[in-house]
T-cell receptor, first 113, second 112 residues
Framework: KAGVTQTPRYLIKTRGQQVTLSCSPI?????VSWYQQTPGQGLQFLFE???????NKGNFPGRFSGRQFSNSRSEMNVSTLELGDSALYLC????????????FGPGTRLTVL | GENVEQHPSTLSVQEGDSAVIKCTYS??????FPWYKQELGKRPQLIID?????GEKKDQRIAVTLNKTAKHFSLHITETQPEDSAVYFC???????????FGTGTQLKVEL
C-alpha cells in the first residue's frame, strides 16, 4: 500500500496570503489528523477528521481550517498568513478497526516571507 | 488539557550502550502512548507504542515501560547503533480520537 502523501512538499508564501495543503491517507484509512511542527513549539495538534466530520480541534486561531472529502482526502487552509505560520505541516492517517497507530505523511514545508 | 514533558532534550551514547528517554504526562485519563523517531528531513515514524492496560512492551532492541500511578513512561534502546541517531518524540492520547500531545523531543546521538 502507498503511504500517506502530501502536496505540495514545499511552499513559499508572503504575509497576508492564504494557502491550501492537501493530504491523501493510506487507502482504507478514514481518519486524518493534522499537526504543525516548529522548532520552538514542537509538534502540535491542529485538527482531526473522520468520515468528513471534524472530531477534534487544537488550540489554533480560526485562520486555520480544514475539511475532508468523501474519498477521505483532506485539505487544510491557512488564511491571512503570518510569519509565525512558517512550519512543517504533517498529516497522519489512522488504521481502521479500532487500532491506534497513526502514520505520518512527509509533510509540507511552508515558508512565509 | 494534556501536557507531556520529555527528558533529556539531548542524549549522547557510545555505540553498544543503552539509551533511556523519559516522559511524564498530566492527564490520568490518557490511554495510549506512542513513540516516534524522526530523522532529519523525514517524517515521524512509529517505533513502538503501549496502551494503558499494559505495563511493558518490547520489540527487539526497543522497549517501553509505563507507570500509570506515577504517570510516566520510558523508552529503552539497547545495543545502540549509529542508525539509531535521530530525534525521538513521546506522545500521549486521551480518549478514543486521534489527538496526540507530544513531548518536546530528544536528540539521540550514537557515537562510534
Amino acid at each position: 500500500k502507498a503511504g500517506v502523501t502530501q502536496t505540495p512538499r514545499y511552499l513559499i508564501k508572503t504575509r497576508g496570503q492564504q494557502v491550501t495543503l492537501s493530504c491523501s491517507p493510506i487507502s482504507g484509512h478514514r481518519s486524518v489528523s493534522w499537526y504543525q511542527q516548529t522548532p520552538g513549539q514542537g509538534l502540535q495538534f491542529l485538527f482531526e477528521y473522520f468520515s468528513e466530520t471534524q472530531r477534534n480541534k487544537g488550540n489554533f486561531p480560526g485562520r486555520f481550517s480544514g475539511r475532508q472529502f468523501s474519498n477521505s482526502r483532506s485539505e487544510m487552509n491557512v488564511s491571512t498568513l503570518e510569519l509565525g505560520d512558517s512550519a512543517l505541516y504533517l498529516c497522519a492517517s489512522r488504521t481502521p478497526g479500532g487500532t491506534d497507530t497513526q502514520y505520518f505523511g512527509p509533510g509540507t514545508r511552508l515558508t512565509v516571507l | 488539557g494534556e501536557n507531556v514533558e520529555q527528558h533529556p532534550s539531548t542524549l549522547s551514547v557510545q555505540e553498544g550502550d543503552s539509551a533511556v528517554i523519559k516522559c511524564t504526562y498530566s492527564d490520568s485519563a490518557s490511554n495510549y502512548f506512542p513513540w516516534y523517531k524522526q530523522e532529519l528531513g523525514k517524517r515521524p515514524q512509529l517505533i513502538i507504542d503501549i496502551r494503558s492496560n499494559v505495563g511493558e512492551k518490547k520489540d527487539q532492541r526497543i522497549a517501553v515501560t509505563l507507570n500509570k500511578t506515577a504517570k510516566h513512561f520510558s523508552l529503552h534502546i539497547t545495543e545502540t547503533q549509529p542508525e539509531d541517531s535521530a530525534v525521538y518524540f513521546c506522545a500521549a492520547r486521551t480518549g478514543g480520537g486521534n489527538k496526540l500531545t507530544f513531548g518536546t523531543g530528544t536528540q539521540l546521538k550514537v557515537e562510534l
